[in-house]
C-alpha cells in the first residue's frame, strides 16, 4: 500500500491540497499521513516552537506534554473533514522542512507528497525557495495552486504518478517549465541540504 504525505501550513491552498490527496487516497486505496511542521522564530534554535498549530504564542520548548497536546489539536482539525475515512495518520516534524521531508522520503515514510503553495514562500538563509527544493528533489511532490484547486506543479518525479493522479489535461505544469518561464533557472542543489540527503 503507498502512503501520501500531506504537509499542512492552514492556508487556503492548504485546503485545496488536503481535499485533492483525501480523493487520492480514497480512490486508489491508500494510507494518508498528515504531516505538520513545528515552526520556531529561531533559525538556529529548533528545539523552541510556537505552542500552536496556527503560530501564535510566545516560544516553548519541545516537551512530550507540547507534543501530545499539538497532535491532539492536528486531529481535532481534521478528523472532522476525513467523515469516514480512517487509514490516515499524524505526524508532527521537527527541524528543518525540506531536510526533514527529504528524511521521510528516504526512510520511505512516504511514497509521494502533496501541499498546497504556501501564501508566503520567503527565500531564507538556509531553505530553498520551494520550486528549486521541488525541482531537485528525487521524490515526487505535487504542490496544489497557486491559483486554485485545479492548478498543479509537478517536480520531474511525479510525473510519473500521473496515470494515478487523474490530472485532467492542462491542469497541471512541470516544476521547470514554470521555473524557466519565470526565468528561474535550477541552481546547483546546496551541498549543505542534499548531502543529508544522500545519507
Known sequence: ???????????ESDEWAFNF???????????LTICHWLNS?????????????????????????????????????????????????FKLCEGMYQVELARCFRQNLLDLVVLG???????TSNEQPLEEFAAH?????V???????????LNQAAQSWLDDLGLPEGSWKAIEQVMSEHSLAPKEPQQSLFEVQKQ
Open 21 to 31: 490527496a483525501l480523493d487520492l487516497v480514497r480512490k486508489h486505496g491508500w494510507k
Open 41 to 89: 522564530p529561531y533559525s538556529l534554535r529548533r528545539d523552541m516552537v510556537y505552542p500552536t498549530l496556527q503560530d501564535d504564542g510566545e516560544p516553548q520548548p519541545i516537551t512530550p506534554q507540547l507534543l501530545t497536546k499539538l497532535e491532539l489539536e492536528l486531529r481535532q482539525y481534521f478528523e472532522p473533514k476525513l467523515e469516514d475515512f480512517t487509514d490516515v495518520a
Open 143 to 153: 504542490i496544489v495552486g497557486p491559483g486554485g484547486a485545479d492548478q498543479f506543479l
Open 117 to 123: 503553495y504556501p501564501p508566503d514562500n520567503p527565500e
Open 137 to 141: 528533489l528525487n521524490h515526487p511532490l
Open 1 to 11: 500500500m503507498k502512503t501520501i504525505g500531506l504537509c499542512t501550513h492552514f492556508s
